[in-house]
């Protein structure tokens, strides 16, 4: 699914196209989405400019002033940009539109996706309220995780990957982070120690720049607002690649179920 890195590529890619321009229209072909798409929106956006287009972890939220419209593209949506008579695909469920030339078009196989509508701070939306904190935000750090990690049983991979904690470390992320790293994915977070902890704040960071610079991770369906796939997969260290040699130690990666994701990760490197 698009994770943070592809999602800030999708809005990075299209704000300047929408940013600071009226909505004229909206169509939707398509209203069951992981929630309804509200009956209302189009009276809610039509004719309003948006103020500012920014993202809390997955979601990205488009704001109008008076409330604002918050976009998850679930596990294989995309916002493209388009003119508002490009002939319409299967799965092209949504356009807003700005004028002949510039239609943002949302598409969506699996249509886990969602399109919300929150009066006033967004952020106070139940779905962003409870989210923790940006990797990139100076709270982040090992410090952070340290503090955050006592006590807890539960395997590191899934500690940083959970909302609560920090948004974004998506399953590709994770993965890449802790071979980076050097922490055996399947550790109790609770029996880390904050050396290590400062450690991989700094890989989580690094590895999410680093995606975002090339585009985010096309495995399946994303592509960016251009059409286009991300290239991050190219340099992926352990996901993806169960058996094959490990590209510090040679040893075989090996691949595992942690809470129902795919693991990868090096037996010899991580511990």
């Known amino acids: 699914m698009p994770e943070l890195p592809e999602v800030e590529t999708t809005r990075r890619g299209i704000e300047p196209y929408v940013l600071g321009n009226v909505v004229q229209g909206l169509i939707v072909r398509q209203p069951s989405m992981r929630w309804p798409v509200p009956d209302d929106l189009h009276e809610k956006i039509a004719n309003k400019k948006i103020l500012s287009l920014t993202r809390r972890g997955k979601y990205i939220i488009f704001s109008f002033g008076t409330g604002a419209l918050i976009v998850h593209l679930g596990m294989s949506g995309s916002l493209r940009i388009t003119q508002a008579n490009?002939?319409?695909?299967?799965?092209?469920?949504?356009?807003?539109?700005?004028?002949?030339?510039?239609?943002?078009?949302?598409?969506?196989?699996?249509?886990?996706g969602c399109l919300v509508?929150?009066?006033?701070?967004?952020?106070?939306?139940?779905?962003?309220?409870?989210?923790?904190?940006?990797?990139?935000?100076?709270?982040?750090?090992?410090?952070?995780?340290?503090?955050s990690a006592q006590n807890k049983t539960s395997a590191v991979k899934s500690f940083i990957m959970d909302s609560h904690i920090v948004v974004g470390v998506g399953n590709i992320y994770a993965n890449e982070a802790l071979f980076r790293a050097g922490i055996d994915p399947r550790r109790s977070a609770?029996?880390?120690?904050?050396?290590?902890?400062?450690?991989?704040?700094?890989?989580?960071v690094e590895v999410l720049i680093q995606a975002i610079t090339q585009g985010g991770t096309t495995l399946r369906d994303f592509v960016n607002a251009s059409g286009k796939p991300g290239y991050f997969q190219q340099t992926l260290a352990v996901y993806g690649r169960d058996g094959e040699p490990c590209v510090i130690c040679g040893s075989p990666v090996i691949s595992v179920r942690l809470a129902q994701r795919s693991t990868f990760f090096c037996p010899r490197c991580q511990h």
Do not use: M, T
């Not at 469920?93 to 969506?108: A, W």
């Not at 009066?119 to 750090?141: C, M, R, S, Y």
């Not at 609770?190 to 989580?204: Q, V």
């Open 117 to 147: 509508w929150a009066e006033g701070d967004p952020l106070n939306h139940p779905l962003l309220a409870e989210l923790g904190p940006e990797p990139f935000d100076e709270k982040f750090n090992g410090d952070y995780l340290y503090q």
């Open 190 to 204: 609770g029996r880390i120690s904050l050396k290590r902890y400062d450690h991989l704040a700094g890989l989580i």
């Open 86 to 112: 490009a002939l319409v695909k299967k799965h092209d469920h949504i356009d807003i539109l700005f004028s002949q030339e510039v239609c943002l078009r949302y598409h969506d196989p699996r249509r886990f």
